[in-house]
């Protein structure tokens, strides 16, 4: 009797084994210690914020051969720094002073005949993009001048440096204008003298704004191929996309194909119409995964408007853009329920750690440093500090599906794991955050839930598998699956930290955040 109750209990262990080994782990996994530190209680946990002085609308980098970060934003206003934190401004307000331009606002003042000045009777200079043009070997700044929500042309400005000066050569793209004034465009030099045609972009009321775009915050890039394109569009008729001629930089007009939404004057429709808010197209072509990647910013930009970032990807430049959840928005779309399609990446936030609240993040654009990490780049507003806003730089990384997650907090030089996490480490207490969808001026607030074994516990159940030796995370929660990746990194108040980005196919993103010792 004593040996057959050792042989079944030796067959039992090996049984448990052997399924263990086939389900990639088990108690015997869970069981081994997570390598990260102790966590913080609660009451230890500091908080703070990251104060910069750069306070640019709009911001883009781009990083010169030493290393130096440049940014350029709205109202000529311009910025560098050596860490991505830290800027120091070099240039703003729309003036002759300004030493961006080196004849912008001199007579006969080009970029605004058309546009003229805006309601405070001054010159509007709007949402600049800077490329590097790989065939004519100078940095080209496109922006825009605009007087109204509607009356707006885009400009071309080119340069030797990267840090200018530029000179304004010409305006390629124009909106707003009506039967009276398209003679300052170059309309008719594009579509010629036919007035029925007219009539396509220009109705009894005036300029057809809501099917046609607002001609702003222009954002290029190069394809695979290395063909050079235009994203452009804010409200209106929604964001546009235009293939660039890159000896000349102008616009290569396409024929016109209204089944596949293609205007020869504007280019393709890639999202929105109706004049609903989604406005600062930037995309992103990230060689690893092969897609395109279209990031928007939704709302309204003031700090209560719930201005927040969103992305949709395509698989040629031109798209179908698409988001998580698969779906896509033209003009024949639910444009009312604009707000149900698009990966929302940010929205309002506060965390545990934080000492103010962030509202209203947006006017984004991406790069890739040259050490192979990618940004996002945006302009920051607060809770009950009015409209003052702030430059803000976040690490983001794609995860195993090839979607991007931002990173909790401003970048302060962390690193993904070369060695990555097991199904231990992640254990202990963690603040989890949903962005939502909503568009409005709500706050999303974490809650407290603990992890271990694999399952979530407290104000939220659910579970979690990482992908052993990597930097990869599922985690399901109320049957919807978030795919994510985890990093350690140093908060905004000094706390070391183990966090998780991670986006779901209801296209909401989450936010995990353990403070550790």
Known sequence: MKDNTIKRLIGTLAAGFLICSMVGGCAMENSKPSVLPNELKEEDIKKGSVKTAGSLHDPQIIVGDDGTYYCYGTHMTAATSNDLVTWKS????????????????????????????????????????????????????????????????????????IKGPYHYEKTIIYSGFTKSDAIKTNYYDIMGEDKELRKRYITAAGFNNQLWPNAIDPAMFYDKDDRLWMVYGSWSGGIFLLELDKETGDPIHPVTDDDAEIDAYYGKRLIGGGHHPIEGPYIHYDEDTGYYYLFLSYGNLQADGGYQIRVLRAETPDGTYTDLSGKSLGIDGDLDAFADYGTKLMGNYTLPSLDVTYMAPGGQST????????????????????????????????????????????????????????????????????????????????????????KISGDLKGEYTVKDGSNYVTITIDGIEYKGVMINMTDEAGNNTFCISAVGNNNHSIWCVHYME
């Open 90 to 161: 070099w240039a703003n307000k729309v003036t002759k002073a300004n030493k961006i331009f080196d004849n912008l606002l001199v007579e006969p003042f080009d970029a605004f005949s058309f546009v003229g000045k805006n309601s405070e009777r001054r010159y509007s200079v709007w949402a600049p993009s800077v490329i590097y043009n790989k065939t004519t070997g100078k940095y080209m700044m496109y922006f825009c001048t605009t007087s109204t929500y509607i009356k707006s042309n885009i400009t071309v400005a080119v340069s030797d440096n």
């Open 367 to 454: 790069f890739k440093d040259k050490d192979g990490k990618l940004y996002i780049v945006y302009h920051q507003r607060y809770a009950d500090k009015g409209e003052t806003h702030n430059v803000r730089v976040h690490q983001m990384a794609m995860n195993e599906d090839g979607w991007p997650c931002i990173f909790p907090f401003a970048t302060s030089g962390e690193t993904l794991s070369t060695e990555g996490y097991s199904q231990s480490d992640p254990v202990g207490t963690f603040y989890i955050l949903d962005h939502g969808l909503s568009v409005d001026s709500k706050v999303n607030k974490p809650v407290k839930c603990s992890f271990k074994n694999g």
